[in-house]
């Protein structure tokens, strides 16, 4: 099983800062990665696929990178709304399908 | 647009069984694998089960494997998660989750959720 670790558990920002998430697989998972935004009481959303490619609707000051087994997301100028936990995902190496332990950004 | 909306939650006793449901809409449900997803009380997520487009093959994560079955009726646009010998670990919220490509299954992830419905295991 690929076993995936965020860090830091939690992080502090203040809006108009940027925010870097990391996110390590145990194993190569090449770009097959996904990183999703997830608010009290929401269902997850997806913000990012392939390792930097943003889904429909996100906006741009979200972006990741990375590829085999260090990854990060960058949330630029962060909004009122972006504060969340996040949550990667790979699906290089499946099944099974496994996520991060994710990563509290708050204010 | 899709609407994902999952039923069937509720309490229930350890060793007894549950069957959750997500029906599915704004899409052409039987062209698309479909996942189940768990989030227990206050941590992450937990990938469950997966069915391709037509139910040729499922998979399972190992913790429910034995025990849940993963199904679908594409004639009623409807997922399925049968649960059977529930234990206290089960506790979680279901989702179900559509996956992002049509048809064939090679690198699955999610691009659109239900909200979900809570499962509590308990005597």
């Known amino acids: 099983e690929t076993v995936m670790t965020q860090s830091p558990d939690t992080l502090s920002v203040s809006p108009g800062e940027r925010a870097t998430l990391s996110c390590r697989a145990s194993q190569s998972v090449s770009s097959n990665l996904a990183w999703y935004q997830q608010k009290p009481g929401q269902a997850p959303r997806l913000l990012i696929y392939g390792a930097s490619t943003r889904a429909t609707g996100i906006p741009a000051r979200f972006s990741g990178s990375g590829s085999g087994t260090e990854f990060t997301l960058t949330i630029n100028s962060l909004q009122s709304e972006d504060f969340a936990v996040y949550y990667c995902q790979q699906y290089s190496n499946w099944p099974p399908l496994t996520f991060g332990g994710g990563t509290k950004v708050e204010i | ?123």
């Not at chain 2, 009380?41 to 025990?67: N, T």
């Not at chain 2, 049968?82 to 049509?102: F, H, I, K, P, W």
């Not at chain 2, 299954?105 to 809570?118: C, E, I, K, N, R």
Request: aromatic residues 12%; neutral net charge.
């Open chain 2, 1 to 123: 647009q899709v609407q994902l909306v999952e039923s069937g939650g509720g309490v229930v006793q350890p060793g007894r069984s549950l069957r959750l449901s997500c029906a599915a809409s704004g899409l052409t449900f039987s062209t698309y694998a479909m996942h189940w997803v768990r989030q227990t009380p206050g941590k992450g997520l937990e990938w469950v089960a997966l069915i391709p487009y037509d139910g040729s093959s499922k998979f399972y994560a190992d913790s429910v494997r034995g025990r849940f079955t993963i199904s679908r009726d594409n004639s009623k646009n409807t997922l399925y998660l049968q649960m059977n010998s529930l234990r206290a670990e089960d506790t979680a919220v279901y989702y179900c989750a559509r996956d992002a490509e049509q048809w064939m299954v090679v690198a699955p992830y999610f691009d659109h959720w239900g909200q979900g419905t809570l499962v509590t295991v308990s005597s």
